[in-house]
């Protein structure tokens, strides 16, 4: 199975702030990486696809970037609404793989 | 705009079977892969497989043995049948779309808000 590492596992920021969250894979998955966002008691949402396709309806201060082992999704400026754990996932291979999950939080 | 909802026993004994359904609206469940993943309490997700509207499954090897999926088209549903469960089966259960974007990958683009399952007796 192919690892998949997120780091940090949290973080603690402001509403405008930078943020960024680094997957890494334990083997070359080229560009086959998704990244989500969940909320306590709700879907998990795809924002990333294919590396750094944005989803439809995602806004555009989300972005994902990187290619074979490293990965990374960027928020620009932190929204109230933004505060969730975030994951990663590979669809390179069977099984697929997520992150441990990074979680946002209010500082 | 496509939804899901699981729905299921929210209590199983252990040693017994884990049986959810997922119920698509919204939209058809022909042609796409329908998915399965869980998330134990204070633990990541976990992928158990898809299946595809022909049948055809593909389950995470860890689980192979104890799961069983199959689809309802003219209900438009799918459902998940998990054998001789224990503790380390309790979870909250997802179902989820997978599309096959061709050369842009697979990634699951609805998902259900997801149920939750103890195995306790």
């Known amino acids: 199975d192919i690892q998949m590492t997120q780091s940090p596992s949290s973080l603690s920021a402001s509403v405008g702030d930078r943020v960024t969250i680094t997957c890494r894979a334990s083997?070359?998955?080229?560009?086959?990486l998704n990244w989500y966002q969940h909320k306590p008691g709700k879907a998990p949402k795809l924002l990333i696809y294919a590396a750094s396709s944005l989803q439809s309806g995602v806004p555009s201060r989300f972005s994902g970037s990187g290619s074979g082992t490293d990965f990374t999704l960027t928020i620009t400026s932190l929204q109230p609404e933004d505060f969730a754990t975030y994951y990663c996932?590979?669809?390179?291979?069977?099984?697929?793989?997520f992150g441990q999950g990074t979680k946002v939080e209010i500082k | 705009q496509v939804q899901l909802q699981e729905s299921g026993p929210g209590l199983v004994k252990p040693s017994e079977t884990l049986s959810l359904t997922c119920t698509v609206s919204g939209g058809s469940i022909s042609s796409f892969y329908w998915s399965w993943i869980r998330q134990p309490a204070g633990k990541g997700l976990e992928w158990i497989g898809p299946?595809?509207?022909?049948?055809?499954?593909n389950y995470n090897p860890s689980l192979k043995s104890r799961v069983t999926m199959s689809v309802d088209t003219s209900k438009n549903q799918f459902s998940l049948k998990l054998t001789s469960v224990t503790a380390a089966d309790t979870a909250v259960y997802y179902c989820?779309?997978?599309?096959?974007?061709?050369?842009?990958?697979?990634?699951?683009?609805?998902w259900g808000q997801g149920t939750l399952v103890t195995v306790s007796s």
């Open positions: 989820a779309r997978e599309l096959n974007h061709d050369s842009r990958g697979r990634y699951f683009d609805y």
């Open positions: 996932q590979q669809s390179y291979s069977a099984p697929r793989t």
């Open positions: 083997q070359s998955i080229t560009y086959y």
């Open positions: 299946i595809y509207i022909s049948g055809s499954a």
